[in-house]
T-cell receptor, first 110, second 114 residues
Framework: GQNIDQPTEMTATEGAIVQINCTYQ??????LFWYQQHAGEAPTFLSY????GLEEKGRFSSFLSRSKGYSYLLLKELQMKDSASYLC???????????FGAGTTVTVRA | DSGVTQTPKHLITATGQRVTLRCSPR?????VYWYQQSLDQGLQFLIH???????AKGNILERFSAQQFPDLHSELNLSSLELGDSALYFC?????????????FGQGTRLTVV
């Protein structure tokens, strides 16, 4: 199975940068997803990493180190609308069950 | 709008009852996934169907069952409901059943068991 850890909460100021870490332990790893979820709404896809390194997509970037079992999501130029829960999800190599972390609630303050 | 439709949006029912949640995937998507999200447990994978066949099963209770029909819509049946089954139930769909595939989530069905 998968063991996925991410911080429960983070707070940052509008315009700042926040880095959300995700560590995982898994018996077989294929890739890692990041999803954003506003309270009471559906998760929406942000990024997918399968190779080591940084993937940049506008204000959001995601990094993966397969050897360290580590990923982070970097949110730049924070806006109030970025206040949400950010979910890290591990895609195993040996089955089709996507496992989600408990999520990190990011609060952006003015 | 993700293109995934779930009905109903809200459901209130009593313990011991049975309910059916429905999901229509995005047009052309062959895979449907069901997830349960409760306050204390986060998003939990329940089951995955691909083109009508079960592909993977997570921590789904025996009281719960699902199926995907020939038109690719899916239903999740929850029976002998308990208070602890109160949660948001999400359906997601993806184009294929393979890896590296982004899943699109519906708006969820909020189930309250009283």
């Amino acid at each position: 199975g998968q063991n996925i850890d991410q911080p429960t909460e983070m707070t940052a100021t509008e315009g700042a940068i926040v880095q959300i870490n995700c560590t995982y332990q898994t018996s077989g790893f294929n890739g890692l997803f990041w999803y954003q979820q506003h309270a009471g709404e559906a998760p929406t896809f942000l990024s997918y990493n399968v190779l080591d390194g940084l993937e940049e997509k506008g204000r959001f970037s995601s990094f993966l180190s397969r050897s360290k079992g580590y990923s982070y999501l970097l949110l730049k130029e924070l806006q109030m609308k970025d206040s949400a829960s950010y979910l890290c999800a591990v895609e195993p190599s040996n089955d089709y069950k996507l496992s989600f972390g408990a999520g990190t609630t990011v609060t952006v303050r003015a | 709008d993700s293109g995934v439709t779930q009905t109903p949006k809200h459901l209130i029912t009593a313990t011991g009852q049975r309910v059916t949640l429905r999901c229509s995937p995005r047009s052309g998507d062959l895979s449907v996934y069901w997830y349960q999200q409760s306050l204390d447990q986060g998003l939990q994978f329940l089951i995955h169907y691909y083109n009508g066949e079960e592909r993977a099963k997570g921590n789904i209770l025996e009281r719960f069952s699902a199926q995907q029909f020939p038109d690719l819509h899916s239903e999740l049946n929850l029976s002998s409901l308990e208070l602890g089954d109160s949660a948001l139930y999400f359906c997601a769909s993806s184009a294929t059943g393979g890896r590296n595939t982004e899943a699109f989530f519906g708006q969820g069905t909020r189930l309250t068991v009283v």
